[in-house]
């Protein structure tokens, strides 16, 4: 069964440090998206790709946070540098680029800053 | 500017009865909602969705109930069985916003033996 893949699991960093994400959307899915899980709160948008452009890094703080998928398929987040604030489930999702269609999540990567 | 409200936490049900769990949006150009499912140390999981062109949709024992006017929706589970405790997002999108999802804060759900 197709599913998203992210990497890693789970990741510790030291405040100030750089830390990179990476995410495998479903073969096919053109629409990608990065969303932030606060414990205790619902996904926030962090940055939406439709192929390789992105259409929406309105939440995104681009002052430490930057998102790429150069070409069209896999994706990196980072955050450069590393916050306390930052700790968080980092959740990667893909969809069909039809309108009206679910869209399927990894598994997360837990983030902690130390 | 909270555009999808979850207002319940939490809910607790008894085995076999009906669980409700329910969401309220503000934003009249939401064309499409979702609910997902989420157990901890894992993504959400797609459950069921329903389009504002209709006012429910069934799915098993699911059933997704979209009352336009009132700008709320609301998701019955029957009969509710104890795999169904974990965390459910509501989530909505619009065409006009280029089907950004956007989530409730999450109800967590415990089903009682």
């Known amino acids: 069964e197709a599913e998203v893949a992210q990497s890693p699991r789970y990741k510790i960093t030291e405040k100030s440090q750089a830390v990179a994400f990476w995410c495998d959307p479903i073969s096919g899915h053109a629409t990608l998206y990065w969303y932030r899980q606060i414990l205790g709160q619902g996904p926030e948008l962090l940055v939406q790709f439709q192929d390789e452009s992105v259409v929406d890094d309105s939440q995104l703080p681009k002052d430490r946070f930057s998102a790429e998928r150069l070409k069209g398929v896999d994706s990196t987040l980072k955050i450069q540098p590393a916050e306390l604030g930052d700790s968080a489930m980092y959740l990667c999702?893909?969809?069909?680029?039809?309108?009206?269609?679910?869209?399927?999540f990894g598994q997360g990567t837990r983030l902690t800053v130390v | 500017d909270q555009q999808v409200k979850q207002n319940s936490p939490s809910l607790s049900v008894q085995e076999g009865r009906i669980s409700i769990l329910n969401c309220d949006y503000t934003?009249?150009?939401?064309?499409?909602f979702l609910w997902y499912k989420k157990y901890p140390a894992e993504g959400p999981t797609f459950l069921i969705s329903i389009s504002s062109i209709k006012d429910k949709n069934e799915d098993g024992r699911f059933t997704v109930f979209l009352n336009k006017s009132a700008k709320h929706l609301s998701l019955h589970i029957v009969p509710s069985q104890p795999g169904d405790s974990a965390v459910y997002f509501c989530?909505?999108?619009?065409?006009?916003?280029?089907?950004?999802?956007?989530f409730g804060q999450g109800t967590r759900l415990t089903i009682n033996p």
């Open positions: 934003n009249s150009m939401f064309d499409y």
């Open positions: 999702a893909s969809s069909w680029q039809e309108l009206n269609t679910e869209a399927f």
């Open positions: 989530a909505a999108s619009a065409l006009q916003g280029a089907q950004k999802l956007v």
